[in-house]
């Protein structure tokens, strides 16, 4: 990375004006290594002389004048001052040349990282609840997960992608209820869509005591029983409920097929939306046995408290964070019970240096609830745990989340992107073969990049013409741009393989800015990764595109009649292949070569 070398060559320069007494004896602290916007400002702009400055009370500009002097770096060309003291820094192109030769031998590597080395990171997302079908709720943190992983990967980290499967839990005592009551061979019945029917099914019972023509409806065709307890089905529900938790055989048994139809569903949808594999599919059910020592621990610590009706309750209200029930007054556990376990167990097993929760910003509090009880019970891996919360996604009409009732199934959706970008492509290409794959790429990718372009916190709104337009920040736009370089590479007659850079060139402004871009891409990784914002590499690589295309725009690459300049070109095109190619895969895009 030429940002570490160039931060490097500055340390050792104020290193240096120390030794000498040009400046004061001080520990050199952080400074910025910013890629200014304006190609006057050269490659890097760093704002070392102002933070010594401020430390010194000596002039920026001075000392920024004495940096500028000491830099000794060979990947340096220019060094200058800029405003009210930064340098502005600019490589030298035959350091790039160089890099590029190397990257372009090494494709599958230059960008990698050994930061992570030996360095163990759970990543959970795409957390599905059973007996549901997944929806476009899901869509953020399944994109937003799996991209994470992806960089962790790229930098050497060993993560563990985990589901943590929503497997349990009260709700699926009111469902349990629901298919006891129901007269027909169940098994039957729900043989089309099973997950469908079993969402209608929970739906209706849930609903059933605040409204009784539902009852009526539901009773005239054969969803209950004589005996089903339509005005009291919470309590019948929270019954079934706890015998499935102590180990009831029927209940455990639907129970069980409702797990197995759901989680072969998560299957084909990881696959349908090619995300990297998942390491665990550990449902919440799976900490059960672990719980009755945490409740005992928190009592004996005195974390929680019995309460009256029986429940088990810790008060972190005097930290602003509200009551944590552990165990509710029936006995059942609760989703934040659960959460403790799953924390204690996965410190113990994996022994994470990171702990990351994809999950919106809905559960923030559950989040903060969970750390605190950790915190005083004494485990381990809180400081390492991180809620990586997201905003919503929402259509011009409102919502996309099933509790609103306004559910579009994941599958629907990626169906109609396919759809829409087969239409387009239709028109713009006519002749392209695999016309159907291609669209199923473009319209994936299309819905992913819609979501990574954005902060992670940001509220967003979907709008079709908006994801799907070719032109902007949008993904078709970026695996536009790599198949128009692609196309380039594929017509040279020796391909990328032979491209060998020619030495010795000088590169014009666009040339140079172009390069320096392409090079750029594990230091976006890194930014990425230092607050987990998959934006910062989706911006990267937008910036990178729009570069590419004002070179595409006015400099030929093929029909360059001077040899050495045509061979440098071409280097240049198969290193924004490369660059985009492999950006777009770490955020779980395909880019197809034509479209
Ligand atoms: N399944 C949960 C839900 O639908 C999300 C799980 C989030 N992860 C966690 N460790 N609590 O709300």
């Not at 989706?538 to 030929?556: D, G, K």
Request: proline content about 4%.
């Amino acid at each position: 990375m030429f940002r570490q070398k160039v931060r490097e060559a500055i340390r050792l320069a104020i290193a240096e004006l120390k030794r000498e007494g040009a400046l004061p004896d001080f520990v050199i602290p952080e400074f910025s290594m910013a890629a200014p916007e304006d190609p006057a400002h050269g490659d890097y702009a760093t704002n070392a002389a102002l933070v010594i400055a401020k430390l010194t009370g000596g002039k920026p500009v001075e000392i920024a004048r004495l940096i500028a002097g000491k830099l000794k770096a060979s990947e340096i060309a220019a060094a200058a001052i800029a405003g009210p003291g930064f340098v502005n820094l600019t490589l030298a192109d035959g350091s790039l040349t160089g890099a590029l030769s190397a990257a372009l031998r090494k494709p599958e590597q230059w960008w990698r990282s050994e930061a992570g080395k030996g360095k163990t990171v759970r990543v959970e997302y795409f957390q599905l609840n059973i007996a549901k079908r997944p929806h476009v709720g899901h869509l953020r943190s399944v994109v937003i997960g799996d991209a994470i992983k992806r960089m962790l990967l790229a930098f050497g980290y060993d993560a563990k992608s985990d589901t943590h499967v929503g497997d349990w839990g009260t709700q699926f005592g009111i469902l349990l209820y629901a298919i006891k009551q129901l007269r027909f061979d169940v098994a039957g019945y729900m043989e089309d869509d099973p997950l469908a029917r079993y969402e209608m099914l929970y739906s209706f019972y849930n609903q059933a005591s605040q409204d009784s023509a539902l009852v009526e409806r539901l009773k005239s065709q054969g969803w209950g029983s004589d005996t089903t307890d339509w005005q009291n089905i919470h309590e019948r529900g929270k019954e079934e409920f706890v015998k499935l938790e102590r180990g009831d055989p029927e209940n455990r048994k639907i129970w069980q097929r409702l797990v197995d139809i759901s989680m072969k569903k998560l299957g084909e949808s990881a696959l349908r939306l090619g995300l990297a594999p998942f390491d665990m599919h550990r449902g919440e059910s799976f900490y059960e046995p672990m719980m009755p020592e945490i409740v005992a621990l928190a009592l004996f610590k005195d974390v929680a408290k019995k309460t009256g009706d029986g429940a088990v309750v810790a008060d972190l209200t005097a930290d602003g964070l509200d009551e944590a029930v552990l165990i509710k007054s029936d006995g059942a556990s609760t989703y934040l019970l659960r959460d403790l376990a799953t924390l204690k167990y996965m410190k113990e097993t994996l022994n994470f240096t990171a702990n990351l929760y994809v999950v919106d910003v809905r559960q923030s509090l559950h989040f903060k609830q969970v750390f605190r009880v950790a915190k005083r019970l004494g485990f381990e891996g809180v400081e390492e745990s991180t809620h990586i919360e997201f905003g919503f996604m929402t259509l011009p009409e409102g919502p996309m989340s099933t509790r609103k009732g306004t559910a579009i199934e994941l599958e629907a959706l990626l169906f109609e992107a396919a759809t829409k970008v087969s239409a387009i492509i239709k028109e713009k290409n006519p002749d392209l073969e695999n016309r159907d794959l291609v669209a199923k790429a473009i319209g994936l990718g299309a819905i992913k990049y819609f979501d990574l372009s954005h902060h992670r916190r940001s509220d967003i709104v979907f709008r079709w013409h908006e994801v799907l337009t070719f032109e902007g920040n949008t993904g078709p736009y970026l695996q536009y741009t790599h198949a128009r370089f692609r196309s380039i590479v594929r017509k040279a007659t020796n391909g990328t393989k032979g491209t060998k850079v020619p030495e010795g060139v000088a590169l014009d402004p666009t040339e140079h800015r172009l390069l320096a871009a392409v090079l750029r891409l594990p230091e976006a990784i890194e930014d990425a990764l230092k607050d987990y914002t998959p934006n910062t590499l989706a911006n990267y690589l937008y910036t990178l595109a729009q570069l590419a295309n004002e070179f595409y725009h006015s400099h030929p690459v093929l029909q360059e009649p001077d040899e050495a300049k045509r061979k440098l070109r071409l280097a240049l095109v198969s290193g924004v292949v490369l660059t985009l190619a492999k950006g777009l895969d770490l955020l779980g895009i395909q880019a197809p070569d034509e479209m």
